[in-house]
């Protein structure tokens, strides 16, 4: 038997089998519930971002794929998630990400599909003052929603900052609280996009002082009295980052979520401000 009898044989052998399996997920339930979403998640993928410095920089995403599932079906098939997936090859790029939902709601027969892409993105930043570079991380997030009739993109990029307290500065005869945060910003674009790091600095630039990964003593000096000079509160912060969302073209919605993670409480602090423009 040659290559291609042989082949021939051991798909028609195939389909013989898969014909005999009994489809569980295609048979009637009887409970009247339709399911919001049903799918993957956790899932680990190598993709290529593009970034301004660079042109492209390779990570890995962890990603979650789900669809609607109508009421009368008992389940959905999950092996079409990770056949959609595998079909862009061994990595994926934002136009891949874009095309994804649509393949679901064709495959698995869906009305509305859901994929979410969350990821590290590196970003080398020098010391304020004495310029050594070092290797800085922000989570991103590519959301992506389809119906039959529209998609929906929301990038979302995780930046950590430092805030300084200006009531602790205004009553204290010397020094002042400060601490780390983490402001959560999802955009959504009218038209066109905007650079990842361009949202960064958007964030980066509203807070006391943005975070280093290599701070000298001149650049610790440097962070220290920034911070004092550019106090915010937690409010402050997210209705910074709000005004000058407000001026950015482009961008037609937005959410922005500051969280204090409080040096002087045993709890956190934090403010969301959510706008469509």
């Known amino acids: 038997m040659n290559p291609v009898e042989k082949a021939a044989k051991q798909a028609s052998i195939g389909h013989s089998v898969l014909q005999n399996l009994t489809d569980i997920q295609n ?4 409970r009247n519930l339709a399911i919001d979403r049903v799918g993957v ?3 680990k993928y190598p993709i290529v971002i593009r970034d301004k410095a660079q042109s492209e920089q390779s990570t890995v995403a962890t990603i979650a794929m789900a669809v609607d599932l109508p009421k009368e079906y008992k389940g959905t098939h999950m092996s079409r998630f990770i056949e959609v997936l595998n079909s862009h090859g061994p990595t994926l790029d934002v136009h891949s990400i874009s095309a994804i939902p649509a393949e679901l709601l064709e495959r698995l027969d869906a009305q509305r599909a859901h994929v979410e892409f969350r990821f590290p ?3 080398s930043k020098p010391a304020p003052v004495t310029g050594k570079e070092g290797m800085l991380d922000y989570e991103v997030i ?3 929603d389809a119906t039959r009739d529209s998609v929906e993109f929301t990038v979302t990029v995780l930046v950590p900052v430092t805030t300084l307290c200006p009531c602790s500065k205004a009553i204290s005869e010397y020094g002042a609280h400060n601490q780390r945060g983490t402001v959560t910003f999802a ?3 009218a038209n066109g996009a905007i650079w990842i790091e361009d949202l960064i600095r958007l964030v980066e630039t509203c807070a006391s002082s943005e975070l280093y990964s290599v701070l000298k003593r001149p650049d610790e000096k440097f962070v220290t009295e920034q911070a004092y000079e550019n106090p915010v509160f937690v409010e402050d912060l997210v209705r910074n980052v ?3 969302s407000n001026e950015q073209a482009g961008i037609s919605w937005y959410r922005v979520e500051a969280e204090n993670y409080e040096s002087i ?4 602090a934090y403010a969301v401000i959510e706008k469509a423009l």
């Open 187 to 189: 955009v959504k674009f």
């Open 41 to 43: 998640k956790a899932l």
């Open 142 to 144: 590519f959301d992506v």
């Open 242 to 244: 709000a005004a000058a």
């Open 121 to 123: 993105f590196f970003l």
């Open 27 to 30: 048979q009637p339930d009887s």
């Open 265 to 268: 409480h045993n709890h956190n």
